[in-house]
Every structure is written in structure tokens, then in C-alpha cells.
């Protein structure tokens, strides 16, 4: 059994910052990587950022240069900060974790971009 347990996230003018927050717990062994994926209203869910075990990472185009993906592998949570946010990046955004054929996912914490 794996758990997720999303927070950080809320409304924020454009330009603004946010940090998400992905705490991990139970049967967390054999970790291939941890992220965060979005989905927005009527689209499908994409990824953003994904960080592997042995600490590469992979950005959307769209963040790279604004989000920073990083972890803290003692406390099994992975942080997404994000910077200059634009009303684009507005969606709900899941916690996923993929151990070996298997991905696991949080229950979503809303961003939202506006003036």
C-alpha cells in the first residue's frame, strides 16, 4: 500500500510563486521516479516534471526555466516549485510515483493562476 499526500497548493497571481509539496509513505521501495503531473479543464492530464532515482529530471517544455523539481529522499517527499506562474499553468496537479511497472497517484491540489 502506497499513500500520497499532496499540499501547497492555492490561488496566486500571475508572476507569482507557489511550492507543492509530495509526501510518500508505506510500500515505497524500488522508486524509478517521483513528479507531478496537470490536468486543466477539458484536457488531458500531461506531465510536468518527473525526477528519477538517481536524480535526473525531465521538465514539459512549457515549465522549463520557471518549475523546479527536486526531493528529499529521508522524508520521501518531492517539492515542485514553481515560479513566474501564468494563468496557463492553472489545473489540478498529481503526485505520482512510479515503482517499477507500477504508478501511484495523489488525490490533486488545485493551482489556480488569476488576477
Known amino acids: 500500500q502506497v499513500q500520497l499526500v499532496e499540499s501547497g497548493g492555492g490561488l496566486v497571481q500571475p508572476g507569482g510563486s507557489l511550492r507543492l509539496s509530495c509526501a510518500a509513505s508505506?510500500?515505497?521501495?524500488?522508486?524509478?521516479?517521483m513528479g507531478w503531473y496537470r490536468q486543466a479543464p477539458g484536457k488531458q492530464r500531461e506531465l510536468v516534471a518527473l525526477?528519477?532515482?538517481?536524480?535526473?529530471?525531465n521538465y514539459a517544455d512549457s515549465v522549463k526555466g520557471r518549475f523546479t523539481i527536486s526531493r528529499d529522499n529521508a522524508k520521501s517527499t518531492v517539492y515542485l516549485q514553481m515560479n513566474r506562474l501564468k494563468p496557463e499553468d492553472t489545473a489540478v496537479y498529481y503526485c505520482?510515483?512510479?515503482?517499477?511497472?507500477?504508478?501511484?497517484w495523489g488525490q490533486g491540489t488545485q493551482v489556480t493562476v488569476s488576477s
Open positions: 525526477i528519477f532515482n538517481r536524480g535526473s529530471t
Open positions: 508505506g510500500s515505497i521501495f524500488s522508486i524509478n521516479a
Open positions: 505520482n510515483l512510479q515503482i517499477i511497472n507500477t504508478d501511484y
